[in-house]
């Protein structure tokens, strides 16, 4: 059985996916969370399907990110080059 606070993030997790969506970094941090509060119960409670699904969730997330950051990063540098505001 899990103890109340694992069962706290997870509704929590539920909600922020619910209203902000799975992909938002609001969700994806409280899923972060979630994964930290399974490491910390340890041994004593092994973590439901979900939760892991939801670990692989947050890499992949966040793999995604910094590519589009990436690639972001560099059209702004490009614009910089080239004398543009690409803030406009």
Request: proline share 5%; charged share 25%; aromatic share 2%.
């Amino acid at each position: 059985m899990r103890c109340g606070r694992l069962l706290a993030c997870e509704q929590v997790l539920a909600d922020s996916e619910r209203v902000l969506g799975v992909d938002h970094p609001d969700a994806v941090t409280v899923r972060g969370n979630l994964a930290v509060s399974y490491r910390q119960a340890g041994a004593r409670m092994k973590p439901p399907a979900d939760a892991v699904r939801n670990c692989r969730q947050v890499a992949l997330t966040l793999r995604r990110d910094r590519q589009v950051a990436g690639d972001v990063l560099e059209h702004v540098t490009i614009d910089l080059r080239q004398g543009l505001n690409p803030f406009t």
